[in-house]
């Protein structure tokens, strides 16, 4: 059984049994999105902020071939430094639980353990989408596919540039996944509030989310929703010269003929180094600001 593969931190357990708010985290922006030790500080302060408003973190790794549903500061230093970190999504599970590997988990991979585990809401920076140019490559993150089955909400801040954003938002159309901006009517670029599409509904509080998240349970509705809340205005960066940036870091991708799960982590450091840094500010503030609201909502939803 799925439970014989997990480890549920007894804080974790005890909230969950209790119907207190959980609000779980992924562990690739850990290991493979961020650099040391920045992504070990973002993590802690991500974990402070849901503490605060009263809900208990739950970051998702796998460690040796078990899966860790929360984590310990040390686990956590460990997926962050460690080497040979393997990223899991959905077709990954069975080899490295099997082999008893490191693990991070990604959008897709956390949102399986985060439903076993029996929790609803997952907060993140970015989620995978549609490749620019998917019509040939076939490139569509697994992120999607686990979007249209699993049953968790996932609070994000949009959809990056380096993917067809409107390519991606027609594909979640497609798998019935319920996509809602959150204080804005513009679906946000991640490093920008405003990406040029806007998204059908939109909330305004915790109160109306957890509304609609109830609706979707109550109902049986298989499948995750997408939250999708802007970059903090301070933090934000101009879209037009994003598009440059991870343009050039697009074509440099092409030219090393790197592919499949290593293109995201390679965009990510690049467009970081052309953007002298200021892209992880911008990271690192978001996912704070995901993390406010996304725990805000799992204490309404927990009500
Ligand atoms: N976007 C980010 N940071 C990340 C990721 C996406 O800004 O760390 C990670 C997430 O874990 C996401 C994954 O689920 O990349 C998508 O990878 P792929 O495109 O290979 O499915
Ligand atoms: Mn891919």
Redesign the pocket.
């Known amino acids: 059984m799925f439970k014989d593969y997990m480890d549920i931190k007894p804080e974790v357990a005890e909230a969950l049994s209790a119907g207190k708010p959980v609000v779980a985290l ?1 562990s ?2 850990i290991s ?3 650099p040391y030790p920045k992504n070990v500080e973002t993590a802690r302060a991500v974990e402070n902020v849901i503490r605060e408003n009263g809900a208990v973190p739950a970051t998702i790794a796998i460690i040796k071939g078990r899966i860790k549903v929360g984590i310990t500061d040390e686990e956590l230093e460990y997926i962050a430094t460690a080497k040979n970190v393997a ?1 899991v ?1 959905r077709r990954d599970y069975p080899i490295v639980l099997s082999q008893q590997m490191d693990g ?7 949102m399986i353990a985060a439903e076993a585990a029996g929790i609803r809401l997952f907060v ?6 549609v ?1 620019r140019g998917a019509a040939e490559s076939h ?1 569509i ?3 999607l596919e686990e979007l249209k089955t699993t049953d968790v909400v996932v609070v994000c801040a949009g959809v ?1 540039s380096i993917l067809d954003i409107g390519g991606t938002l027609e594909y979640l159309e497609t798998a019935g996944v319920p996509v809602v901006t959150y204080g804005t009517d513009d679906f946000p670029a ?1 490093y920008s509030s405003k990406s040029g599409f806007k998204a059908e509904y939109r909330f305004d509080d915790p109160k109306q989310a957890a509304a609609a998240i109830r609706a979707k349970y109550d109902m049986g509705l298989r499948g995750g929703m997408l939250i999708a809340c802007p970059v903090p205005e301070k933090y934000e960066m101009p879209f037009d010269e994003m598009e440059k940036i991870i343009g050039q870091a697009l074509r440099e991708c092409d030219e090393k003929g790197i592919s ?2 290593r ?3 390679f965009i ?1 450091d690049r467009v970081k180094q052309l953007t002298g840094g200021e892209s992880l500010e911008a ?1 690192i503030h978001l996912v704070l600001n995901n993390a406010d609201i996304g725990s805000k909502i799992a204490a309404d939803l927990s009500k």
């Open positions: 992924e690739t922006i493979h999105g961020m990223k999504s991070a988990t990604t959008v897709a991979g956390t993140t920076g970015g989620i995978g989408g490749h490139d993150s697994a992120d990056k991640f499949g799960k293109i995201t982590p990510l990271n």
